[in-house]
């Protein structure tokens, strides 16, 4: 049975912390999704020194996965890390999986106590809290990234948040 966990020689800093929040909501502000910016934000940490891959790995999880507008991709990018930091990569390695399953489970917890909801459309305020209800006839349009895009979106900040929450959990 072998899992992954990252250890690290030093304890992160609120300074390294904050650094890598600032280069989520800098990847974020170029034209990447929400996934994109946190996964890609921390991926060196366990050894994906190729920003390409860790962009091209985390892109079908922005905007609620795929633009459906379910789990967020802030959320997501924190759930992918998680699998490199402890996931299992054992067939029926049960214990492996429930370890990170428990990690995963906090990360969405702190997640929602901070905003209520790891729903996408309840966070943009598309879809009452509960009652999101996906259509399958969504518009996988990327939206324009104009100014008012980032005025009138909570992404930047829920992105950085999501850095932090990830990283002072693996502290």
């Known amino acids: 049975m072998s899992r992954f966990y990252c250890n690290f020689a030093v304890a992160m800093t609120e300074q390294e912390i904050e650094r890598r929040a600032e280069r989520a909501q800098e990847l974020f502000r170029q034209g990447f999704n929400c996934s994109q910016a946190v996964f890609t934000a921390c991926a060196d940490l366990y050894g994906i020194q190729d920003e390409q891959l860790a962009l091209r790995l985390a892109a079908?999880?922005?905007g609620g996965t795929g633009r459906m507008r379910m789990t967020c991709g802030a959320a997501n990018g924190?759930?992918?890390?998680?699998g490199l930091y402890n996931g299992s990569a054992t067939p029926h390695d049960n214990e492996g999986k429930m370890a990170n399953y428990v990690f995963v489970q906090q990360?969405?917890?702190d997640f929602k106590a901070k905003y209520g909801s790891l729903v996408c459309a309840e966070l943009l305020g598309l879809a009452p809290k509960?009652?999101?209800?996906p259509k399958l006839d969504l518009d996988p349009r990327p939206a324009d990234r104009t100014q008012e895009y980032y005025e009138k979106r909570p992404c930047q900040e829920m992105i950085a948040e999501a850095?932090?929450?990830y990283l002072k959990a693996i502290d």
């Not at 509960?130 to 209800?133: D, L, P, T």
């Open 130 to 133: 509960g009652q999101c209800n």
């Open 107 to 109: 990360l969405a917890g």
């Open 60 to 62: 079908s999880f922005g």
């Open 163 to 165: 850095v932090r929450i």
């Open 78 to 82: 924190m759930f992918m890390l998680a």
